[in-house]
C-alpha cells in the first residue's frame, strides 16, 4: 500500500528556516515525481512545487509565492523528498502535504497524499 | 495563471437531494487536466474525478463530473450522510502546476 508520512514541521520564528521530510513506502520512489502542496488554517489548497523524476533531470518547479525562498530535492535510495523553506513569513503558515505525481511527463491529478505537517510561522 | 471560480461558496442539502456545485475557469482548460476533490475536517483531500468525468477508484457512481472549456461540473445523484465535506476543483494543464477552486462547502440542511 501507498503510503506518504510528512515530518518536521512546527513553530519557527519569521526569517528562519525549516526542513521538511516526506517518506514514502510501498512503490518504487524513484519511479515518480512528487509534489508539495499546503493549506492555510480555515482556507484552500495551494500548489507549492513539484520535483521530476532523475530519468527527466529530477528538475523541479515552484509557485510563484515560495519561488526563491523554498527548495525541493529528493533522495531516492531512502524514498525521502524534501521541502527546504528558507526565510519563513507567517503567510506560510499552513499543513504541507506531499503527494505522488505521475511517472512520466504526463501531468496527473494527485491520488495519493500524506496526512500532512502543520508549520506555524510566529514570532 | 488560470483562475478557478467555484459557486455556490456554501451549499445547503438534506440527504437524499442532489448536489451540483460548478467550478468556472478564467480561461479555457483542457479536459484531460481536471479534476475534483472531497476533503473533510482534519484530512487530507481525497481524489474523485480526473479527466473532468472519470471518477477515481473507489469513487461511488453517485458522483459525476462534466464539462469542458470553462465550465465544470460535479454532481452528486443522492447525497449520503458522508458526502457531506468541502469540494475543490482542480485544473493541471497550464504550467507550472496546479490551481485549486476556493471550495464549496456542503453542508447538511
Known amino acids: 500500500e501507498v503510503q506518504l508520512v510528512e515530518s518536521g514541521g512546527g513553530w519557527v520564528q519569521p526569517g528562519r528556516s525549516l526542513r521538511l521530510s516526506c517518506t514514502a513506502s510501498?512503490?518504487?520512489?524513484?519511479?515518480?515525481?512528487m509534489s508539495w502542496f499546503r493549506q492555510a488554517p480555515g482556507k484552500g489548497l495551494e500548489w507549492v512545487g513539484f520535483?521530476?523524476?532523475?530519468?527527466?533531470?529530477?528538475?523541479?518547479e515552484y509557485a510563484a509565492s515560495v519561488k526563491g525562498r523554498f527548495t525541493i530535492s529528493r533522495d531516492d535510495s531512502r524514498s525521502i523528498a524534501y521541502l527546504q523553506m528558507n526565510s519563513l513569513k507567517t503567510e506560510d503558515t499552513a499543513v504541507y502535504y506531499c503527494t505522488r505525481d505521475g511517472s512520466t511527463m504526463v501531468r496527473v491529478a494527485p491520488v495519493w497524499w500524506g496526512q500532512g505537517t502543520l508549520v506555524t510561522v510566529s514570532s | 495563471e488560470i483562475v478557478l471560480t467555484q459557486s455556490p461558496g456554501t451549499l445547503s442539502l438534506s440527504p437524499g437531494e442532489r448536489a451540483t456545485l460548478s467550478c468556472r475557469a478564467s480561461?479555457?482548460?483542457?479536459?484531460?487536466?481536471f479534476a475534483w476533490y472531497q476533503q473533510k475536517p482534519g484530512q487530507a483531500p481525497r481524489l474523485l474525478i480526473y479527466?473532468?468525468?472519470s471518477r477515481a477508484t473507489g469513487t461511488p457512481d453517485r458522483f459525476s463530473g462534466s464539462g469542458s472549456g470553462t465550465d465544470f461540473t460535479l454532481t452528486i445523484s443522492r447525497l449520503e450522510p458522508e458526502d457531506f465535506a468541502v469540494y475543490y476543483c482542480q485544473q493541471y494543464g497550464s504550467s507550472p502546476g496546479y490551481t485549486f477552486g476556493q471550495g464549496t462547502k456542503l453542508e447538511i440542511k
Open positions: 520535483i521530476r523524476r532523475k530519468p527527466y533531470g529530477g528538475t523541479t
Open positions: 480561461q479555457s482548460v483542457s479536459s484531460t487536466y
Open positions: 510501498g512503490f518504487t520512489f524513484g519511479d515518480y515525481a
Open positions: 479527466g473532468a468525468s
